[in-house]
Structures are given as C-alpha cells and as structure tokens.
C-alpha cells in the first residue's frame, strides 16, 4: 500500500541502481540527462540536487516513460521550436508539440517540464482538474513503465488508488476529505499546491471563487526546504529533503 511519507533522507548514488549520461544544460539545481537501468533502453529525465554531492542528486521528472530509447537516439529543438526526442532510426519517441510557436511570448512559457509531472511534484508545483491532474507510480525499480499507484486530483480532492492486474478500475483506498473542514467539503477546489519554506512543507489548498485558502502541513523540514519533494513511490508515498 502507498502512503504520504515526508522529508526522508537517504544515501544513493545510483538511484534505481541505474547508469546515467548527463547533458550539459544545467539551472541548479535541475540537470537533463539519460539514465538506463536495463541494457540499452534509456530515458530521459530531469535530476534534481547539488553539484557539490553527486550521490543526492534524485531524478524528478521523466520524458519517455516506458517508451525507452536505444543508443544514438538524438535530442534535439528543431528549427520549427519543437523540442524532439528520437531513435537512432528516426523515428520519433517524444515531442513538445511547440512547432512553429514562440516558446516565451510574453513571458509566459508555451511548455515546461513542470506542467507534466509523471511521479513527483517540486515546491509551487500543483495539480489541478483542468491541468496536470495525476501522479503515477513507476512499476519498479528496473521496469520503467506505469505502476499501480496513482494520485489523482478531482474537484473534491485528492485520492490515493490502487490498481491490481486483477481488477478492471483503480481502487481508491485514501482521500484528502480530512484536510479542511465539513463546512468546506460541499465547495470545488480549484488545485493544491506544494509549498515548503524553513518552517513547514505542506499543500496550500485553493477553492474554487471563494476568498479561503486551505493549507495541510505535513512536518517540518530538516534539510534544504527548497528541495524537498514528495513522490508516489513503487511501494510507498515518499519525499526526500536534501542537504
């Protein structure tokens, strides 16, 4: 069963026991690179953690979960603004979809990593019922295709499910309904989003055209608060704090 588990910290210098080939783009604390845990099947990905420790770096964000590429893909942004993930074969894996689009018309980004998250979410990253609405589990640690937990946001919430080869529908098995009060639970909520600061890590809760803002915090950070993250682990609802 998956549960909501906060602020854990932990030595690993190869997450999932994978390789990795790093790119050079890096914007601390995020760096964008490859990593295979199995023989030629690499996925791209986006890390998150410190130069100066290379065994707390932890992978937050993926590209081309369970569509994995072989050696001498190609990642590339084409001369249309599309950013494009290819095997060696030519065939496409994984796109942006921002051809011929101005990627930062106005200040205002056409897409971004940020707005599709796959099992984790960062600090001021939310999800919500018009937008990015789910978090889903990876299967294991060397398979990199979906799992069975996911965390889906609706209109009433959050809830936790749970999805076994046997049964046809996720099952829910935990819900957010407890984070605010009866007098609250009749109204829509809009998103939830991660916050964390020196003093507390939590979601704020925002309800759909109404003045109050919910918050449910979740403990106190004791590492860096900046990097703290939760994630829908292969077995459990974890997060990670670093230093």
């Known amino acids: 069963m998956s549960y909501f588990y906060i602020n854990s910290f932990k030595i690993n210098l190869k997450e999932y026991g994978g390789n990795y080939r790093m790119i050079n783009i890096f914007n601390a604390p995020f760096q964008v690179g490859f990593y295979n845990t199995t023989p030629n099947a690499f996925t791209l990905a986006l890390r998150m953690g410190l130069q100066r420790s290379e065994q707390l770096f932890w992978w937050v964000w993926e590209a081309n979960r369970g569509s994995p590429v072989d050696e001498n893909a190609t990642f590339s942004l084409e001369v249309d603004e ?121 979601m704020e809760i925002f309800f759909v055209n109404v003045a109050f803002l919910g918050m449910k915090v979740f403990s106190e950070p004791v590492n860096n608060s900046t990097l703290t993250y939760p994630r829908l682990g292969i077995d459990v609802m974890y997060g990670d704090s670093m230093r």
């Open 82 to 202: 599309n950013l494009v993930l290819a095997n060696a074969d030519g065939r496409i894996i994984w796109q942006t979809n921002t051809s011929n689009k101005v990627l930062l018309p106005l200040g205002k980004f056409v897409w971004q990593s940020f707005d599709h998250p796959t099992d984790t979410l960062l600090v001021d990253q939310y999800l919500k019922a018009n937008g990015p609405s789910k978090l889903v589990s990876r299967l294991s640690e060397k398979e990199n295709v979906d799992g069975p937990y996911s965390l889906v946001f609706d209109p009433k919430g959050l809830t936790l499910y749970y999805k076994s080869k046997n049964s046809p529908r996720p099952i829910p098995y935990w819900n957010s309904s407890n984070w605010y009060s009866f007098e609250y639970e009749k109204l829509s909520l809009e998103n939830v989003t991660l916050i964390s600061n020196p003093f507390e890590i939590g």
